[in-house]
């Protein structure tokens, strides 16, 4: 994963089942998970997708790591050059699930389909 056009029209494709507004926000905030290790985590990672009863899960994972153990629900850093993506994803998904080990980091983001 390190084309971030590729990583939008993989996830609008298994987005299908949600409706529009919930469909768009779900590629942002796997648009943002993927950046994140392309910028931060000295990617590429691998980006997986699928359907379990009641919600659409992606889970991306790649190099880095996340020092905070809640790192999805810490506010903002004041930082100009970023900080905000991880709580953006938090704020858009119904579940974001962060895991670091010496591999890298995963991070999986839950959406209801209605």
């Known amino acids: 994963m390190d084309d971030l056009a590729a990583v939008r029209r993989h996830t609008r494709h298994h987005a299908a089942g949600l409706d529009e507004d919930r469909a768009r926000d779900l590629i942002t905030a796997v648009t943002e998970l993927a950046t994140n290790i392309l910028v931060h985590g000295g990617g590429p990672g691998t980006l997986r997708t699928w359907h379990e009863p009641g919600p659409l899960i ?6 880095g790591h996340i020092t905070g153990p809640l790192a999805v629900r810490h506010p903002p850093s004041a930082s100009p ?21 010496p591999a890298g980091t995963t991070t999986r983001v839950h959406m209801r389909i209605s």
Do not use: F, Y
């Open 58 to 63: 992606c889970e991306v994972s790649g190099p």
């Open 81 to 101: 050059h970023g900080g905000h993506g991880l709580r953006l994803v938090s704020q858009l998904c119904d579940l974001t699930q962060q895991r670091t080990s």
